[in-house]
């Protein structure tokens, strides 16, 4: 398969519901897209504006700075102690890395690539683009033999699933078993909602409770768009086997996969502030606390979205049936079509909208 026989871009299906809904005296409140409408923190702003004289070329493995913050985040926030610079890597975002790494991990026709039954679509397009077989599967056991690569996506996108330290466990040892390679996306950690995950960390899939204390075979994939409003920026990271991360490097190095310059010195600054992470979760749990009820009192029930950005919602009937009542209301959301063919009755609400909006959808949905 070639990049000229992928399908449609799917959000292009949206387009009619979009301009129904702005149709509305009210205007449209768009709960479609997870992309951020807060602004950058300043902190970073500035750390950007400070690096602007960037007249060499950077380097694919970033700057040592950056890497040195990589690694006491995960120690500070996310429980992964240990790591070394050689084990982390920044990414230009973390859409083009979960695309690639099936190509650049060698892989092939004949090898099978593992993903969440929801899931957003760049898991199976990234196994495509290299003939391997995409299989959407939950659970360890699903996994058969030929597997060569596993996506897990925890908190989940689009349904909020976390795995706790037991679940993340199996599927690690489950990867070891197959020799394939086990890779956690993990964007949304640190935006948990509901217990136990209100009150602590969402655990990482490189925590020592779940390696062993030993990362082979297992990479953790991390981006700042969410937390820090940092979409714009394209600023994400990986890290983990260190094998596999300088692997990976080579790779990246030929392609020029390089993170710019101001960039990489607007990451540390993101890295290094835990305040500004704080203030983003309240203005998002707010917003979750609005909205939330009121798609229930509109008939709805949510599944899972116990952390991320979005509820998980069904009414019981087509996610396009349920588009269209919903553009009648001036609101766009996103269908579980989109997601894979297991939740075709799914619609995804998105908490990225602001308050106002957020407020005006509330009260569309209880009248």
Known sequence: MGVADLAEYPWDAVAPYAARARSHPDGIVDLSIGSPVDATPAVVREALTAATDAHAYPQTVGIPVLREAIAEWFARRRGVAGLTPSQVLPTVGSKELVALLPLLLGLG?????VHPRAAYPTYEVGARLVGATPLAADEPEEWPVGTRLVWLNSPGNPDGRVRGIPSLTTAVRRARELGAVIAGDEC???????????DEPIPSILDAR?????AAGVLAVYSLSKQSNLAGYRAAFLAGDERLVAGLLTARKHLGLMLPGPVQH?????????AHVATQKERYRRRRELLRPAVEAAGFRIDGSEAGLYLWATEGRDAWESLDRLADLGILAGPGHFYGPHFPQHIRFSLTA???RIASAAQRLRS
């Not at 026709?109 to 690539?113: L, W």
């Not at 949304?188 to 209100?198: M, S, T, V």
């Open 354 to 356: 602001p308050d106002e």
């Open 188 to 198: 949304y950690a640190e935006l948990g909602w509901d217990a136990p995950w209100d």
């Open 109 to 113: 026709p004949g090898d099978i690539v």
């Open 210 to 214: 779940v390696t062993g204390g030993d």
């Open 266 to 274: 607007a990451m540390v600054a993101a890295l290094g502030d835990d």
